[in-house]
Nanobody, 121 residues
Framework: QVQRVESGGGLVQVGDSLRLSCAAS????????MGWFRQAPGKDREFVAA????????FYADSVKGRFTISRDNAKNTVSLQMNSLKPEDTAVYYC??????????????WGQGTQVTVSS
């Protein structure tokens, strides 16, 4: 059974930092590209960052490049997202998922409940 359990969200001020974590289950975790996505109120879910199965290759949306860092620990089946210099536009529910590219877009597989990040100005 595949599960994604996100944690670490909260209410922060502009410029603050947060670290999100995702506990993932599934036989193929250590061989899968994993990603973070987010969905703001009234908007579609969007890609944030992804990391290759070995952790050596990372991808970021332009909106978070230089501020967010994705990492993974295959021994613990976890994926993390360090978010620095947070902005109000980062406010969203954040989800982790297995990720793949299709037609120039990033697509996630199984979705958990997500974790809410609210950045207050």
């Amino acid at each position: 059974q595949v599960q994604r359990v996100e944690s670490g969200g909260g209410l922060v001020q502009v410029g603050d930092s947060l670290r999100l974590s995702c506990a993932a289950s599934g036989r193929t975790f250590s061989t899968s590209t994993m990603g973070w996505f987010r969905q703001a109120p009234g908007k579609d879910r969007e890609f944030v960052a992804a990391i290759s199965w070995g952790g050596s290759i990372t991808f970021y949306a332009d909106s978070v490049k230089g501020r967010f860092t994705i990492s993974r620990d295959n021994a613990k089946n976890t994926v993390s997202l360090q978010m620095n210099s947070l902005k109000p536009e980062d406010t969203a529910v954040y989800y982790c998922a297995g990720a793949r590219q299709s037609g120039g877009r990033w697509i996630g597989d199984y979705w958990g409940q997500g974790t809410q990040v609210t950045v207050s100005s």
